[in-house]
């Protein structure tokens, strides 16, 4: 366990140990967020809580910002980029899974905090890396890991997919790091659709999004299948860590809603309903 006073007033970082995963869990699963959508994810959350326990042991370190009377502010979620949770290749860099503050004190200086302390942390290692998107709003609805957000800070990008964008600030390790691609998967052709859609337990979201579009998709003449690239080698195999392919082929490169989900299943397969009278 680390405390470090910040600049800015009234806000301490504290790096979270194995035994406090429940910090974690009350920025991930926010005030904000509905009490039935918490219940929803409870599975989810204990799901990314074993996974933070198991990669702690491999270098894994979670920061949070404490405000007043330990008030949970936001966290910064960072690993050696070997053990990254996308799909990366490097050396001699931390790699930063995610950046997260809850939404009532967005624009209040507290990402800024939080990310400055992560690259303090990086000139151990020689280098500080992510993956941030361009233009692209997560859910629909707001900017997540904003490629312009971590470029103020003197990050370049190094490698770029679509709106995806790898992001690295060399602090004396000399290795730039390169995304690995997406890929084509060899799909066994049943005479179905087949909508495989990515997912870690990195992130609590992302196995409920999943949980919500295989029910969205069951009315569907199709074959749902949800991948969990935690492994390595799964990971490396899709060259995603999110998102969702249709008979094998890349659609979405990120965490996907259910309404984009459902659009690509109302383009390629026939509701269930249609397929029968078709029949």
């Not at 004190?105 to 990402?111: E, H, L, P, Q, T």
């Not at 290692?125 to 900017?143: E, N, Q, S």
């Not at 730039?176 to 060899?186: E, F």
């Not at 949980?211 to 080698?233: E, G, I, M």
């Amino acid at each position: 366990m680390d405390v470090c006073p910040d600049k800015a007033p009234s806000v301490n970082i504290y790096e979270v140990a194995a035994h406090e995963l429940d910090m974690v869990a009350a920025i991930c699963l926010d005030p904000s967020v509905p009490k039935t959508r918490k219940k929803a994810m409870e599975s989810s959350m204990e799901a990314r809580k074993r996974w933070l326990s198991s990669m702690m042991q491999v270098g894994l370190k979670v920061a949070v910002a404490l405000g007043p009377r330990r008030g949970k502010l936001g966290l910064i979620e960072y690993i050696p980029i070997q053990h990254a949770s996308e799909p990366v290749q490097g050396k001699n860099s931390l790699f930063i899974n995610c950046i997260w503050v809850i939404p009532p004190i967005w624009k209040k200086g507290v990402a800024k905090t939080l990310l400055s302390y992560a690259i303090e942390q990086g000139k151990k290692t020689g280098g500080i890396t992510t993956l941030a998107y361009d233009g692209d709003k997560w859910f629909g609805v707001f900017p997540y890991m904003p490629s312009s957000f971590f470029q103020k800070f003197g990050f370049k990008e190094v490698d770029r997919d679509d709106s995806r964008v790898l992001l690295h600030m060399d602090l004396g390790g000399g290795n730039q790091p390169s995304l690995i691609r997406p890929k084509t998967q060899r799909i066994p052709n049943n005479g179905k659709v087949v909508v495989e859609i990515l997912f870690n337990n990195q992130c609590p979201w992302s196995g409920w999004m999943v949980d919500k579009a295989q029910r969205a998709l069951k009315k569907y003449d199709a074959t749902v299948v949800a991948v969990n690239t935690d492994d390595q080698k799964i990971l490396r195999k899709y060259g995603l860590a999110r998102g969702v392919l249709i008979n094998g082929v890349p659609a979405i490169k990120r965490m996907a809603t259910v309404k984009e989900i459902e659009s690509l299943a109302q383009k390629y397969a026939l509701p269930k309903s249609q397929e029968t009278k078709k029949q």
